[in-house]
């Protein structure tokens, strides 16, 4: 529950000089790994000076990575839904309690998805003008015809 107030805690601050936004994330408890708690961002590819932080595997890859490994998706392959995981990368680039921020129709299938995201252990941290910094990613999700599909 704590993370999904997290990660529907953005705040927008303002805008800099280039009328850039940057959203930080409202941290109420400690994050173990995380390396500044003041300092925790959402990250948006295409604002300037924002890079959101990168898995190692691709889309495409952690797609395959679902897929093969849900059985309930096997077991349902008409089940359709979609939902979110959240996930902190710290500055190290090391993912941090990851969550299910928007909850599927199914608590099976939403504890499997947590458990295989939990082995995607290899990201770049998020930089904000070029200096990595903590973020807090999410990761939403269609599911339909028996494939989840990350959007």
């Known amino acids: 529950m704590k993370n999904l ?5 953005f705040l927008f601050l303002g805008f800099v000089s280039s009328a850039q936004i940057i959203a930080t994330v409202q941290m109420d408890e400690i994050v173990e ?9 959402g990250l948006f590819d295409g604002f300037d000076g924002q890079v959101e932080p990168k898995s190692l595997l691709s889309k495409v890859e952690m797609q395959t990575v679902f897929n093969e490994n849900l059985q309930f998706l096997k077991e349902n392959p008409k089940f359709k839904s979609s939902g979110m995981l959240g996930v902190y990368i710290n500055c190290e680039g090391e993912p941090l309690e990851w969550s299910i921020s928007v909850k599927t129709k199914s608590k099976e299938l939403d504890q499997q998805i947590l458990e295989i995201a939990l082995t995607f252990k290899e990201w770049k941290a998020g930089t904000l003008n070029g200096d990595a910094v903590d973020t807090r990613e999410l990761i939403s999700y269609k599911i339909k015809k028996g494939k989840l599909t990350i959007n």
């Open 33 to 41: 790994g995380i390396c500044n708690h003041d300092e925790v961002y």
């Open 5 to 9: 107030l997290l990660s529907l805690a």
